[in-house]
């Protein structure tokens, strides 16, 4: 069986992209184009590489930024969608795939962050395998406030959307690909949080916590599984 080939889009900035590649090239297990899309770095026109899926990483931007990188990859997103590629968009990717696609995203007026609870409902083969209440690391202060049409909501906590489908794309918006020294170093870098608080995610960084979070990555398994059905290789 041919191994799956994917394009990781890094929307990652300066200081976390060497984080961000070794996390989802650790859970994915296929072959990875990686495009560091936030340094202008763009995948080729959807179609010519033969991509069997696509996976979109999470980022300090905000989708709504004046940012011409963040709208390129929005109208790539949006033609792979349509040509019938699976997509997984992550935090970042999560909203800007559910722009791409007619959603709309904007500025929470607060901040999740930590080791958080968050239950799938419906059925999704996305989260099978993976108890109805899971334990992740989550860090956003952007929401999906309104899914495009067609769209079903997948997973959700007291904060809201934490993940949706249309068709052969998901979103979800916490981390599943998050280590613990990654939830680290992303926490201490929310100096606008206050020391306080930051010293209380810190504290709730631990080994524990993060085995429960490990049970969350099985939904890369779930993706590559579905990546096979939807698209088979020879």
Request: proline letters at 4%.
């Amino acid at each position: 069986m041919a191994r799956l080939r994917l394009a990781l889009l890094n929307a990652s900035l300066d200081g976390t992209r060497a984080d961000t590649s070794r996390n989802f090239r650790r859970e994915l297990n296929a072959d990875l184009a990686e495009f560091t899309v936030s340094d202008g770095r763009f995948p080729p026109p959807v179609g010519v590489e033969g991509f069997d899926g696509v996976v979109v990483t999470g980022s300090g931007a905000s989708t709504y930024w004046d940012a011409p990188w963040i709208d390129e990859v929005r109208e790539w997103l949006r033609e792979a969608y349509e040509r019938g590629l699976p997509i997984l968009g992550v935090c970042f990717g999560h909203q800007l795939l559910a722009s791409a696609l007619g959603g709309t995203v904007e500025a929470m007026g607060d901040f999740e962050i930590g080791y958080r609870e968050v239950r799938h409902v419906g059925e999704t083969p996305l989260f099978e395998g993976i108890d109805e209440r899971f334990t992740v690391f989550t860090t956003h202060g952007d929401t999906v406030t309104a899914l495009p049409e067609g769209a079903t909501v997948i997973a959700e906590n007291d904060y809201g959307l934490h993940g949706f489908r249309i068709g052969h794309a998901f979103g979800v918006q916490f981390h599943p690909e998050y280590d613990a020294e990654t939830a680290s170093t992303v926490t201490r870098s929310k100096e606008f949080l206050g020391e306080e608080r930051i010293e209380r995610v810190l504290a709730g960084i631990t080994d524990e916590n993060y085995a429960r979070a490990c049970e969350a990555k099985r939904l890369f398994e779930n993706f590559t599984e579905h990546v096979r059905r939807v698209r088979p290789r020879a």
